[in-house]
């Protein structure tokens, strides 16, 4: 939705009371704005959003979600319908896509939501598969480093690794910064062998991939592949098929040349490991972030989910979440694939 086309944001339904009808049960607390002047600029430009418009958007997608979806267990909050808000830039239709998707994503894969909580994934965490950096980049993004060659498979299954990924990126939504900012992926596929590599098969990166694109209000503005073996082409040639163009274009593969990857991140914000100023890479900082979140997680991914959430069917799934038949998933294809790279 454009500015132009302001006029066409739907207005908030008000019920009008008589004075004989129970007043509405009472609202959440209020929102605060936590962006900066900038930010607010930022995404009015980038976004669509409107400071003085902010509220009556949430309200507009309250109201959409309580008539189309009425059984649909999820927050109604003003913060945390701006998530969607903003992925979509105020698109309300789009928004309210993208919030059914979401849920639809987490009841449609209970290996990887189910129990989504830090002290659940304690192996992962202290493995180094992930961590995110402490400085943003220039834009202001947060770095989200991935390094599989720190996963030993025969410790826990890949669906262990997907897990501590949306983990982060639940806890890195929370901030309206990140929000309007987005994330940058920095992912180090240093000493990723075939073996391992066979374990992300069609099925599960076309999962990750839906979910990432259509049913996760996050903007992922660049994924920096470094340190890739001549194998990451047959990785890519997997994930690139599920890929739309606008993300495609936005993955840069770096090889060994970090001089390259300093054009886009510049090396007083990277650690030492690649080619940076900024210490060592420390992943206990943000593993203590995520564990100090237990409670919140809990509340979130630990409650029974309502009988009544079953209108979230397959035919609400984003592209990519379909079942296991439809998707060949077969360890064989998947090597051969890969082979062929050599």
């Known amino acids: 939705m454009s500015e132009d086309s302001d006029s066409l944001r739907t207005s908030p339904s008000v019920a009008s009371l ?19 002047e900038d ?22 997608l309250r109201d959409m ?6 059984n649909l267990s999820t927050s109604l909050d003003d913060a945390f319908l701006l998530r969607f808000l903003r992925a979509r830039k105020f698109d309300y239709d789009r928004a309210l896509q993208l919030l059914v998707n979401y849920h639809s ?22 493995s180094g598969f992930l961590t995110v950096l402490p ?21 826990y299954p890949i669906t262990e690794n997907i897990r501590a990924v949306y983990l982060t990126l639940e806890k890195l939504i929370q901030s309206e910064e990140t929000q309007v900012n987005g994330i940058v ?21 076309k999962k990750v991939i839906g979910i990432l694109q259509d049913g996760f209000p996050i903007r992922i503005k660049a994924v920096h592949v470094v340190n890739e073996p001549r194998i990451f082409k047959g990785i890519f040639a997997i994930i690139k098929p599920f890929l739309k163009e606008k993300i495609a274009n936005r993955f840069f593969l770096h090889g ?55 209108i979230l ?28 790279c050599y």
């Open 185 to 205: 992926i920095l992912a180090d596929y240093k000493g990723v062998s075939l073996s391992k590599a066979s374990h992300f098969g069609p099925f599960i990166a």
């Open 65 to 70: 979600v309580r008539k189309e979806y009425p």
């Open 18 to 36: 008589s004075e004989n009808e129970p007043p509405p049960p009472p609202e959440p607390p209020g929102y605060v704005c936590s962006l900066t």
């Open 105 to 126: 994503c987490r009841r449609s894969w209970p290996e990887v939501f189910n129990n989504l909580k830090p002290s659940a994934l304690k192996d992962v965490l202290a």
């Open 313 to 340: 069917g397959k035919a609400l799934l984003p592209e990519g979440l379909t079942s296991d038949a439809q998707c060949d998933d077969s360890m064989r294809a998947v090597k051969s694939q890969l082979y062929h």
């Open 39 to 60: 930010l607010v600029t930022k995404a009015r430009e980038e976004l669509q959003e409107k400071p003085e418009w902010r509220l009556r958007d949430a309200q507009a």
């Open 135 to 155: 400085h943003t980049d220039p834009r202001g993004c947060h770095i989200l480093c991935i390094r599989p060659d720190r996963w030993i498979p025969s410790n």
């Open 256 to 310: 060994s040349d970090l001089d390259s990857l300093h054009t886009s991140l510049p090396r007083s914000i990277l650690p030492k490991e690649y080619g940076g100023t900024a210490g060592e890479l420390d992943i206990t900082a943000w593993n203590e972030v995520l564990l100090a979140s237990e409670d919140d997680f809990v509340r979130e991914f630990c409650q029974p989910v309502p009988a009544c959430d079953s």
